[in-house]
Each structure stands twice: as structure tokens, then as C-alpha cells.
């Protein structure tokens, strides 16, 4: 506004004197005046403001619209003098106004633009967690609920989402695969298709970034920021402000990122509707502590008066959550126990599902067999009623049965093998008996080897996919493993019931896509300790501290056989910055597997519960490889983590007796004089 009057007030200057001209310059003055009136009051208010109070807005939002509103008003007014002076000056002169005018235009939205652009530059500092959106690699493409079905309490949700006055936080809770997932999948698709959906993250155990918090708030503001106008700039305000906000503790994160970007950022703003967030499998965060923490400042969501934020969150019944949420108001909270709010409605929604999949079996079955078709009625109304018995009350074992089906090459009589299943396989859910086939089918399955053998590679292989921290290909898992690639690809077919095999255009599994668990029930059924005592299962159980031992050497075998080097990635120049590598030259050197093993070896050996000594192999290995491991995780874009890691070694770290005397001896050599000289030789 002060530019324009700047121009308003050269063009004024060469204007003879006329009543037109003495108009336009009355409308100037009200203009400036109104200017200067506005500025004067911003500092009246600064002043009496504290130092922090400072961040927020110098005005209320009623004071900025007023202003704006004023101006538009005087604006048109000095236009309308100005066109009242073009009669006098003639068109030339109004053309100069209007070129002018619009260069100005054009300034100001390269200044906007430029705004922008840094906070964009800004924002990048964040540090998220990849894959935890609804909509993201890892979550889109695992199912929503089927049309029919949840439908009353898939209502109760709505309605709870439509009502102005409804509790800020709503707390569905559920048993392991009762399908709560799929609850927030849906409900988070249809806010977003709505425009109602801020943020989502899904937690997920062993994975990376997911199975904790740390970086619960940068993915959550980050999301918030492509979404809420005006909240970006206070973000990117805070992270300029503090470049590592998303290594500090997370109540900082909370206040820095959430809290006072939506006090003052959206001052001034009006959203027309409530902002959502989705938090689903809060319980499949795996430090107790970082839960407690969580829920202790969504608590504080009411604390946000600019803006009402309102919060969906499942999990399992776990003791440190529900004492977290029993400590809300009920004026805050919404609770749902899932189990006791589709009593009635589970088994109609079980039957929908399981007829819905299995005439997808019958449809498809074709395709993978041409020269057959099931009979019709193959899966008659008692079978079908048999399978919602067995699948009551989990989805999962529905969705697990279904699975087996649409991959087996005779459907027919696989269900009628799995129907006469009665093992519980030793956990009290019931999934021992949808699981347990479908293990003694993988073992069946792969050839040439004794039953020995076979459950020995079985358990090799899939003791490694179910506690990777990232998912791997194949390739890389062959890589990593030091197996060959035949022997994992004939074990992964039989297993497409519990796990996502990326498949090529000709139906047959890609060697090059990653492999993931659709459920994580199938790995907490490997690693249940009752499963080890089971008469026929124990033989499947794997015990996950000594799985995540193998996992830890065979990365440090794969890194120790020449994957790591100086200048691993060959820039041959040490100046040279990361961001002038391309990340397509990073993975020609570091591939998959090598930057799994550089990212997750450490998380691998403090999980195996073993401790570091002197002189084993990892001990030899940063001896000799340390910095290259820190040069390659670099390279990763993941050199942060490097502090993180060598606390954690050093947390499961045992030093000798001698180390402990060289110490004393190195630290005794500082000295000069006499004493120092006596403890230097009383540590010898």
C-alpha cells in the first residue's frame, strides 16, 4: 500500500493546479493517513507486548481486516481522481500511471513469490517419517473398508466428524487385527477427499522412522503446512530460527512446530470447517515412554484457539494407553472400544467381506489357471458360514483365509483342508490355525531339500523379512543374506497369503520390488514364546533376539567385504556438497542392501540384546571402517543418525578391564608433575 501511494504521489507531483487535481490530492492524504494510523497502533501494541509475546501477531485479526478493508475503500478512490485527471493530462499520461501501477503489481508478487519460495527452502528441514501418510507408498494400496460394510460404526465416526461441538480427541480401541487400520484408512481418505483431513501418520512397528515419535511432529507440521494457509510461514519461522528443531525433545517439537505456528500463523484465518488429524496404531510405537509423552501434550490440542484441531486415534488396549487416556477430561476425550461396538454388527460385515473375496477368487481364477473354472457353488453357504465362525471376530484371519485361497491352484480343495483346521497353533487369537497352513504349504512347497532343510532355510529367510526394519527386494535380500536368489523366490509364492509380493506385467513376482508383511499378527505370531512350545509349531518359532543377532553380522559381514571405501561414492573431490550428487550416482555405488546395512546394523545389534566387546566383530569394524560408515550415511542424507547409533552402541557396550587402564593411562598423560607421573605409573 505504500508503494502505491509513493506512486500516486509522483504522479500527483507533476499535475497542474485544478480542482481535480486538489481531490486527488485529498484522497492521498486520507490514504497515508489511514497508513500511518496503522503502523502507529502496530507499535503501540509491540510495546506493550512482552519479549514472548513478541512471535505472535502485533495486531488482532479483527484490526488486520478492518485495515484492509479501509484500504480498498480509499484505493478506489484515489483511482477515481486519477481517471478524473486523465481529461486534463490526456491518455499518454494515464498510460504512464497504469505501466507503473502494474510494474508495481508485478514486484509485489515476486516479493510474495520470493516469501514463498524461502519458506519452502525452510520447511525442507524438516525431518519426516517416510511412508507414515494414509495415502503413501507403504499405506495406499492396503484395503478400506468394503461398501457394506462397518456401516454403523463407520456412522458413529461421521457423526462424531460433523458435530461443531464434538470432543477434540476420539479413541477407537481394539485387539490386534480386528481391522482398525482399515478404519483410519478409510475415514482418512474420506476427510481428505472432503478437504477436512491436516495430517496423518501411521505408526508401524519395526519399521524405521514409524515405530517411534521422534519424528511424529515435523511429518505432522509438514503435512499441516501444504494444508492450512498462513501456517507454512510460521513453521518455516521456527525452523529458521532453530536449523535442528527436529532433533530436540518432543515437547519442544510440540510448542515449536503444532502449538504456536497454529496461535499465530492462522491468526487472522477463519477455516470454515474443523482440521482432523489421524494417528492410527498408536500402540505399535515401541517406546512406552514417547507414548506417554504423545498423549500427555495432544492433551494440550485444546490450547489451539485459532484453529479448532480435532484428533483420530486407534490403538490396542495397551496398560501405558489406556492410563494415558483415562488421565483425559470427558470433555476431551471420545472413546470406542471396537470389540463392544460391532457386537452385533461383526459377523454380517464378516460374511459381506468373505463373499465379496471369494468371488474375486472365482472371477480371477481363470486367469492363472485358463484351461479351468471352479464348479459352480464351490464354496457353498455352510462353507462360507464356516469361515466367518473361524474368522470371528478378526479380519485379518478373514482376510489371511481369503488370501490363501485367491493364490492357491486348487481353491476348492484348499478350503475344504482349511475348514477341517482345528489347531490353535498355541496363541490364544486362533491365528495358529490360519497361519500354520500356510506355513507347512511354504515348506511343502519348495523342492529338493529334506523337511530339515527346508524349515532351516524357511526360518533363515523369513526371520529376516519379518524384523526388517525397511522392506528389501529379493535381489537385495539375496544380497544382504549371502543366499541365492532361487532359493528365497521359491519360498516367497507360497507365502503371498501374509505377504505383499510386487508382481510384473506377466503375474509373476518382481524380483525388484520390495516385500512387506500385510499384517503385522504374522510376525508377532513367529516370535510368540508360547509358539515355541507347541508340539507342531515350535518348529517355526523364531526367537527374535537371536534373529536380529544374524541380521547385525550379516551387515556387518556385507559392509566389511568392500562395500564401504574412502570416497565410496568416487567424487574424488572432498568439497564437494551432498546436494551436488544426484541420488541416482549415490545408489550406483550404495545400493539397497549396503544402505539398509549402513542404516539399521546398529538397531539390529542393540535389539539382539548382546553386548559389544573388545576385539569382536564390531569393535574390528569400526576400527577399520568407522568413518566410511559415517562418509556413506552421509551420502544417505542420513548423517544425523550417526550420534543416535553410537549412543545406542554405547549403551550395549562392555569394556575390558585393559581398555579401562589404557583410558586411565591416556587420561594420566594429560598431567605434568610429579602426581600425574605416580597415577600415570599406578595405571601402568
Known amino acids: 500500500m505504500s508503494n502505491r501511494l509513493r506512486v500516486y504521489l509522483a504522479t500527483y507531483a507533476g499535475l497542474s493546479p485544478s480542482l481535480a487535481a486538489d481531490n486527488f490530492r485529498k484522497a492521498l492524504v486520507s490514504l497515508n493517513a489511514h497508513i500511518l494510523g496503522f503502523l502507529a497502533h502496530a507499535i503501540r501494541v509491540q510495546r506493550k507486548r512482552s519479549a514472548a509475546r513478541v512471535v505472535q501477531a502485533l495486531w488482532d485479526s479483527e484490526d488486520l481486516t478492518q485495515f484492509g478493508e479501509r484500504c480498498d475503500i480509499l484505493c478506489v478512490r484515489a483511482s477515481e481522481e486519477a481517471r478524473i485527471c486523465d481529461s486534463e493530462r490526456g491518455e499518454q499520461w494515464r498510460e504512464s500511471l497504469d505501466a507503473r501501477l502494474t510494474n508495481l503489481e508485478k514486484i509485489h508478487h515476486l516479493e510474495v513469490g520470493l516469501a514463498n519460495l524461502q519458506d519452502k527452502a525452510d520447511l525442507a528441514k524438516l525431518v519426516t517419517a517416510r511412508e507414515a501418510t494414509y495415502d503413501s507408498s507403504a499405506e495406499g494400496g492396503l484395503p478400506k473398508c468394503l461398501p457394506g460394510t462397518r456401516t454403523d460404526l463407520l456412522r458413529q465416526i461421521f457423526d462424531w466428524i460433523a458435530n461443531p461441538q464434538g470432543k477434540r480427541i476420539f479413541w477407537l480401541c481394539g485387539k490386534a487385527g480386528i481391522g482398525k487400520s482399515t478404519i483410519s484408512r478409510t475415514i482418512a481418505k474420506d476427510l481428505d477427499e472432503e478437504g477436512r483431513l491436516g495430517a496423518s501418520f501411521f505408526f508401524k512397528r519395526g519399521r524405521a522412522d514409524r515405530s517411534h515419535a521422534k519424528l511424529f511432529f515435523p511429518t505432522i507440521a509438514l503435512q499441516l503446512a501444504d494444508k492450512l494457509p498462513g501456517l507454512g510461514h510460521a513453521i518455516a519461522a521456527a525452523l529458521k530460527e532453530d536449523s535442528l528443531l527436529c532433533e530436540r525433545h518432543m515437547t519442544k517439537q510440540f510448542e515449536k512446530l503444532l502449538l504456536q505456528p497454529m496461535q499465530s500463523g492462522l491468526s487472522g484465518t477463519t477455516l470454515p470447517q474443523d482440521c482432523f488429524l489421524v494417528i492410527d496404531a498408536l500402540d505399535e510405537c515401541e517406546d512406552t515412554e514417547e507414548i506417554e509423552i504423545l498423549l500427555k501434550l495432544l492433551k494440550r490440542i485444546e490450547d489451539v484457539m485459532t484453529a479448532r484441531v480435532r484428533i483420530l486415534v486407534t490403538s490396542r488396549p495397551d496398560p501405558p494407553l489406556v492410563a494415558g487416556f483415562n488421565d483425559m477430561s470427558n470433555d476431551l476425550l471420545h472413546d470406542v472400544q471396537l470389540e463392544q461396538a460391532q457386537v452385533k454388527s461383526i459377523k454380517p460385515d464378516l460374511d459381506i467381506y468373505i463373499r465379496y473375496e471369494l468371488s474375486q477368487v472365482e472371477k480371477n481364477y481363470p486367469m492363472r489357471n485358463p484351461y479351468c473354472s471352479l464348479p459352480t457353488g464351490w464354496a457353498g453357504q455352510d462353507d462360507i458360514a464356516l469361515l466367518v465362525d473361524k474368522s470371528h471376530p478378526l479380519f485379518i484371519v478373514a482376510f489371511t483365509l481369503c488370501k490363501l485361497l485367491s493364490s492357491s491352484n486348487n481353491p476348492q480343495e ?271
Open 414 to 684: 484348499d478350503l475344504r483342508i482349511l475348514l477341517s483346521q482345528t489347531h490353535g497353533g498355541g496363541l490364544t487369537t486362533g491365528l495358529g490355525s490360519v497361519y500354520l497352513p500356510v506355513l507347512r504349504q511354504a515348506v511343502t512347497e519348495v523342492r529338493r531339500r529334506s523337511t530339515e532343510d527346508k524349515v532351516s532355510m524357511f526360518k533363515m529367510i523369513i526371520e529376516c523379512l519379518i524384523l526388517l526394519y525397511d522392506p528389501l527386494s529379493v535381489t537385495s535380500l539375496s544380497n544382504l543374506l549371502d543366499i541365492p536368489i532361487q532359493d528365497i523366490g521359491a519360498l516367497i509364492p507360497p507365502l503371498r497369503s501374509v505377504l505383499n509380493v510386487p508382481e510384473r506385467a506377466d503375474g509373476k513376482p518382481d524380483p525388484s520390488g520390495t516385500i512387506k508383511l500385510f499384517h503385522l499378527s504374522f510376525r508377532d505370531f513367529l516370535v510368540d514364546p508360547e509358539l515355541a512350545d507347541d508340539k507342531e509349531g515350535g518348529k517355526f518359532w523364531i526367537d527374535e533376539a537371536r534373529a536380529h543377532t544374524k541380521l547385525a553380522y550379516h551387515c556387518l559381514r556385507l559392509l566389511g567385504d568392500g562395500a564401504l571405501s574412502e570416497d565410496v561414492c568416487c567424487v574424488q573431490a572432498p568439497a564437494t556438497r551432498r546436494a551436488a550428487i544426484s541420488k541416482a550416482k549415490v545408489a550406483e555405488h550404495l545400493s539397497k542392501e549396503v544402505a539398509y546395512a549402513c542404516s539399521y546394523w546398529v538397531q539390529h545389534i542393540v535389539a539382539s540384546r548382546e553386548r559389544v566387546m573388545d576385539e569382536g566383530q564390531v569393535h574390528q569394524f569400526l576400527k577399520k571402517h568407522l568413518l566410511h560408515w559415517i562418509e556413506a550415511l552421509s551420502w544417505l542424507g542420513r548423517v544425523s543418525d550417526v550420534i543416535h547409533n553410537l549412543r545406542f552402541l554405547q549403551s550395549v557396550a562392555d569394556v575390558s578391564y585393559t581398555s579401562a587402564l589404557l583410558a586411565l593411562r591416556r587420561a594420566n598423560l594429560q598431567y605434568v608433575g610429579g602426581q600425574g607421573q605416580a597415577a600415570n605409573e599406578s595405571a601402568e
